[in-house]
Structures are given as structure tokens and as C-alpha cells.
């Protein structure tokens, strides 16, 4: 029932981590969360190419609220990105994703307790959208 992930010309990758007293560790598949945990999604994706402006869309699960909940311009990573925040996802746009390995992350507060899924996320050159990849779902659960 999960979705796979896919791509062309981009590769995209997510996991998520929690923080805990020894520092960040992976949240694997039965992994239980806990309200008020400190949760990031960490993206890397990697271009074949040089690309200007790309956009990354990642779907956020209900659970999770933004650690900084305003939209701006932040320059993390080596990328100069724009963060536009929404009820239900992030989306990121980067002015220019240069050839090879990239790591992005965003953080999150747990909020709430159930069983959620994070859908897809994305990451498609905006100039020439044939150029994307996407992840696979996840599902966590939180007590």
C-alpha cells in the first residue's frame, strides 16, 4: 500500500530523525514517537546537471508543526533557498542546484498522537519539469 519513488535526471531521498539525549537518530519503520519530540526530515537528493530553480514539495504529516513557522529566504547547506510555509507542507526553491550531492533539512515539533502517513515528497526543475524524482511514502506513529 506505500508508494515507490521514481526519478529523472534528479535523485530524492527522505528520512526521518528524532532528537534524543545522545543526538539525532533514524525513526525506522515501528519506531514510536512521542508529542512534543523534535523531529527533522533530512532530504538529499542529487543532479545530474546544473539546474536553476528547482522546487522541493514535501508533504507533511498532520502530526508534525514547523520549528520555524514563518516563510523567507535562507541560505543553508551551500543552497540559497525560499521557504514557503503552508498548512499541509513546506515547499522549498532553490535559485540554482549545481551537479552532485546536496543535503537539505527541516525541522519539526511531534503535536499530536495517531498513526500518520508523509506522503510524497518532490523535487522537480521548475524551467523543465521533466527533470524530478520523488520518494516513497512513510508512514509514523506517534503515543
Not at 519506531?31 to 546544473?50: E, I, K, N, P, S
Not at 540559497?80 to 540554482?96: I, L, P
Not at 533539512?105 to 498513526?115: A, I, L, N, P
Amino acid at each position: 500500500d506505500s508508494l515507490l519513488a521514481a526519478a529523472s535526471g534528479l535523485t530524492l531521498s527522505r528520512r526521518f530523525e528524532v532528537w534524543r539525549a545522545t543526538g539525532w537518530t533514524v525513526v525506522a519503520n515501528g519506531d514510536l514517537l512521542h508529542r512534543g519530540d523534535h523531529v527533522r526530515q533530512v532530504f538529499t537528493f542529487t543532479a545530474d546537471r546544473d539546474y536553476d530553480f528547482a522546487c522541493l514539495n514535501p508533504h507533511r504529516p498532520a502530526c508534525l508543526e514547523p520549528a520555524r513557522p514563518l516563510s523567507g529566504y535562507l541560505d543553508e547547506s551551500g543552497l540559497s533557498v525560499y521557504r514557503a510555509v503552508a498548512d499541509t507542507e513546506n515547499r522549498f526553491y532553490f535559485e540554482r542546484v549545481s551537479k552532485g550531492r546536496h543535503v537539505y533539512t527541516e525541522e519539526y515539533f511531534v503535536d499530536r498522537s495517531g498513526t500518520y502517513r508523509a506522503g510524497l515528497a518532490h523535487i522537480r526543475s521548475v524551467y523543465a519539469p521533466e527533470f524530478c524524482a520523488h520518494t516513497g511514502s512513510a508512514v509514523l506513529q506517534v503515543e
